[in-house]
Nanobody
């Protein structure tokens, strides 16, 4: 059972940057696909970014492409989401998720992911 813990959330001014982390409990982390999702108040959870086990396959939602960067350090069992040029519409609870399988057919579907963190709040003030 993989346990994921997000950290690094908080209050950020619009236009600024921040980075959130997702630490995993098991050494199997290096074989997992990691996805970042977010959920704003009153909205459904939405896909943000995904990275496969090796980092060779990375995809972003259109709304964050060019501003956010997903990465991972398998030696540290940790994945990251660097968020630049933040906007008020980026305000949400951010979740990391993990799954043993990467699929081009459904990497953006939250239902596909077996493991989830508890989420970290990012609030962007304008």
């Amino acid at each position: 059972q993989e346990r994921l813990v997000e950290s690094g959330g908080g209050l950020v001014q619009a236009g600024n940057s921040t980075r959130i982390s997702c630490a995993a409990s098991e050494r199997t982390f290096s074989r997992l696909t990691i996805g970042w999702f977010r959920q704003a108040p009153g909205k459904e959870r939405e896909f943000v970014a995904v990275i496969n086990w090796s980092g060779s396959m990375i995809y972003y939602a259109d709304s964050v492409r060019g501003r956010f960067t997903i990465s991972r350090d398998n030696a540290k069992n940790t994945a990251y989401l660097q968020m630049n040029s933040l906007k008020s519409e980026d305000t949400a609870v951010y979740y990391c998720a993990a799954d043993p399988v990467f699929s081009l057919a459904n990497y953006y579907d939250s239902a596909k992911y077996a493991y989830w963190g508890q989420g970290t709040q990012i609030t962007v003030s304008s």
